[in-house]
């Protein structure tokens, strides 16, 4: 085996995929050729703080023509010769119309004004709210993080997620979960980024709440359906999370002190207009606030558990061609538990460490590039003592990417975008050590994985006719697992029979695949459309988990000799209308879809079964598919906003080592799920928000019962899956007041209630039993576990 294979399968995959980087060059050329045709180009601005604003409107008002700002706020409109009006908007923002003479090339930066209009005027005046219908992308949500702070929340805590669990199609695992299941989708499946880079888990306190401090968002999107070639690498979801790059123009601080928690954000200009800066800090403190009411003699004293978040960006503007960005996440989980009675002392840190540093760069009025350079990095650790004893164990994965992602408009009909990415990544599925006094105990050797991840990709959206409109582009990928490594063979009994050792640079395994994607709309009239999209995922990288929650045990694994990567295709259609002059949006989608090589722990494998194994040999695979209607009506104007979002879907799974091979209802199936949503503007001061969710009941495996055959004593259970626990239900409730507004200051309270009627939802089911089981009256019953009753919060935030 040759350190160089690697290198050797990179030539070989540029060989196989010449013809697609010869296709994409031609089709750049011949769209870029046009006579008497001139570019209008820039960028699009927030007028009070300079940041650039994503996925602004910029179109020919004669012409009904135009694009949208692309990630970092920039927009190209090449077309014939002539006089137009160039309108701009964004949701929040005046509409802004400039008379324009398209006889030359013309740079233009749009500034936009934050609306100080009454809400019916924005009805009027503001963005235009016909993108649902107009665009070729289906399955897509941008979420407002204005919005998402008007949301009752749990404990005073903002939630991203948990908001974006109150659309159709997406489910959460359990009660006061963060988890996301979209379609049908496993947690491991929604590739999760945050400016750019990797979040592996997004949870802190073992789901309840999100790692993404709202104060440090800018902009959210999720795309659930019909996933663009410029994203890959996972089946189900992509959720787009962009930080703010810091106030241009002033100082400024926005906070806010919550039951649980507090947090603080500083931004303003390095140099104003060309530099900005900002940091942004979260903790909670139930840590503090117990530990007066804890005795030093007591047998509890030094358990506690906290968490906390800290955001940072820097940018620099050299000039309209070129800019450059860094931002960081550090983020960590910090759980102890002391027993004195017991001398036991267990310390369980978790969390997430992320920086980018993108450079952008515009080659001409009709070229941009985002170069970025990404480190992503999640551990998890255990610290168990003891007496003399020790233990610690230790997962997790580390990636360090390169990419160049390309912009291209060549005219007003086309938005072209393609790129290629490496990632390397670094698992550490389980590493255990231990020892007892001061000798050290053999367990077994740290079990590393590493692999190289490349991809290139090209995407078109483009109009065919006037209306047919098509977005369709491929993306090329290689994955390939790499020594140093060390294959432990095992025979069927599960014994060790050998051992095939890698070195460094070895190939152990190599997967090639091209993934074509193509959504189509087609317009009905200026208010409806009909969309259809067809899309191929594979996704290299696994998440094995021991429980249904999620936990930060669970462990990231690569595709492997014996793990195949996963295989998604999804197919979808939908129906998408405005009514009342584009007041109210409205959409039904249907969606198929279909994943193989599922993975799941062999039934009795636990955490410790790992110990000095591949983790993969403790792995059985299965297929699955999920299909569903999605309904969406959405209310974005006026002093009454909202939706209302439904979803009818079911999801399977089959395993040959599970359920005897036969297919089961997978642990998050819900055939039912909706989500009420409305905010109401009842004055200046106040601002009232509530939520309703129901949903069916998750599956369970039942205890049928126990009895002894030959003096063991055997549990028999149920069908897997085959029972539901009641449906989910609640209503939260909140009322936001304003006290203080002035020109440098803004105080308000926020007063929420979780769960209003006091619905006891099940978190967790267990089994207990009655009678004798001797006389044959031993019954197993079902109980469950409520956590969260009725649950008021306040919070005071603050802004100057």
């Known amino acids: 085996m ?19 980087s010869i296709v994409i060059v031609l089709v750049m050329i011949s769209l870029g050729t046009s006579a008497q045709r001139f570019t209008i180009s820039g960028y699009v601005r927030d007028k009070d703080t300079g940041e ?47 008379k324009i003479d398209l006889s030359k090339d013309i740079k233009l930066n749009i500034v936009l004004e934050p609306s100080s209009l009454t809400t019916e005027e924005i009805t009027v005046h503001g963005e235009r709210t016909d993108k649902n219908v107009m665009g070729t992308q289906m399955g897509t949500v941008k979420m407002p993080v204005k919005s998402i702070k008007s949301l009752p929340v749990l404990f005073g805590e903002v939630d991203i997620l948990k908001s974006i669990q109150l659309l159709p199609g997406v489910q959460s695992a359990n009660e006061g979960s963060t988890g996301l299941y979209v379609r049908g989708g496993g947690p491991d499946q929604n590739l999760i980024l945050l400016d750019g880079a990797t979040v592996y888990n997004a949870a802190h306190l073992f789901g309840f709440f999100s790692v993404f401090n709202a104060d440090a968002i800018k902009d959210v999107e999720l795309i659930k359906g019909g996933m663009p070639a410029q994203f890959g690498g996972r089946l189900s979801s992509v959720l787009d999370i962009s930080m703010k790059e810091g106030n241009m123009k002033e100082f400024g601080v926005d906070g806010g002190i919550g039951l649980i928690s507090s947090r603080l954000t500083v931004e303003g200009p390095i140099k104003k207009d060309t530099s900005s800066f900002i940091l942004s800090g979260r903790r909670t403190y139930v840590d503090l606030l117990i530990k007066p009411f804890i005795n030093d003699t007591s047998q509890f004293s030094g358990s506690g558990y906290y968490f906390y978040d800290l955001n940072a960006k820097v940018n620099y503007r050299f000039s309209d061609r070129d800019r450059l960005y860094l931002s960081s996440y550090f983020g960590r989980d910090v759980f102890g538990f002391n027993s004195s009675d017991d001398d036991f002392k267990m310390n369980i840190p978790w969390g ?50 390169l990419n160049f992602d390309f912009n291209y408009y060549p005219n007003v009909n086309h938005d072209i975008k393609y790129g290629i990415n490496y990632t390397r990544h670094s698992f550490v599925p389980s590493s255990v050590s231990a020892k007892i006094s001061d000798d050290n105990l053999e367990i077994g050797e740290k079990l590393r994985q590493y692999a190289n991840d490349i991809s290139i990709y090209f995407n078109d959206d483009f109009d065919l006719t006037e209306k047919l409109r098509i977005s369709a582009g491929a993306r090329a990928t290689i994955f390939q697992q790499v020594g140093p490594f060390n294959r432990y063979i095992k025979d069927e009994e599960g014994n060790f029979t050998d051992t095939v050792s890698y070195n460094k640079g070895d190939n152990v395994v190599t997967y090639k695949h091209i993934e074509p994607r193509i959504s189509i709309r087609y317009q009905l009239n200026k208010s409806s459309s009909i ?32 793990v195949k990567p996963q295989y998604g295709v999804q197919y979808s259609v939908g129906y998408f209308r405005n009514l009342f002059d584009n007041k109210l949006e409205t959409s039904a989608e249907l969606y198929y879809k279909t994943m193989e090589n599922q993975i799941e722990y062999t039934p009795g494998v636990d955490i410790g079964s790992n110990i000095g194994d591949n983790a993969d040999n403790n792995f059985t695979f299965g297929n699955g598919k999920s299909y569903g209607l999605e309904l969406f009506v959405k209310k974005a104007y006026g002093k009454f906003t909202g939706w209302i979002g439904y979803t009818l879907s079911e999801t399977t799974r089959q395993f040959d080592a599970i359920n005897q091979g036969r297919e089961f209802p997978a642990k998050y199936d819900q055939r039912h799920d909706l989500s009420i949503i409305g905010t109401y503007e009842l004055s200046k001061k106040w601002t009232l928000s509530a939520v309703f969710v129901y949903g069916s009941g998750n599956t369970f ?52 209630v979780y769960n209003l009627y006091n619905r006891h939802n099940t978190y967790i089911i267990y089994f207990d039993y009655e009678g004798d ?15 969260f009753p009725i649950m008021p919060s306040l919070a005071w935030n603050f802004t100057f």
């Open 773 to 787: 089981i001797q006389d044959n009256t031993f019954q197993p019953f079902a109980k469950q576990v409520t956590i």
């Open 2 to 20: 040759s350190s160089g294979i690697f290198f050797d399968n990179r030539r070989s995959l540029m060989m196989n995929y010449r013809n697609f």
């Open 52 to 98: 650039e604003l994503i996925g602004a409107s910029v179109y020919l008002e004669e012409i009904s023509k135009g694009t949208a700002t692309n990630h970092f706020g920039f927009y190209s409109i090449t077309f014939d010769e002539g006089s137009y009006t160039l309108v701009s908007s964004f949701i929040g923002y005046n509409k802004q119309e400039t």
């Open 531 to 562: 969309k259809a999209s067809y899309t191929q995922n594979y996704q290299y990288i696994h998440l094995a988990s021991i429980s249904t929650l999620i936990l930060p045990t669970d462990l990231w694994v690569p595709s492997s000799d014996i």
């Open 701 to 752: 495996t039942p205890i049928l019962g126990r009895h002894f055959i030959e003096n063991n004593l055997v549990t028999e259970y149920g069908d897997y899956n085959s029972y539901r626990i009641k449906p989910y239900h609640r209503m939260d409730f909140s009322a936001t007041y304003t006290a203080v507004e002035r020109e440098n200051f803004k105080s308000s309270f926020s007063f929420s």
């Open 352 to 401: 997430n460490a992320t920086a980018s540093l993108r450079w952008n760069h515009l080659f001409n009025d009709k070229l941009f590039v985002n170069t970025t350079a990404i480190f992503s990095d999640y551990q998890f650790d255990i610290q168990i003592q003891q007496n003399e004893f020790e233990l610690s164990l230790f997962s997790g994965i580390t990636n360090y990417s």
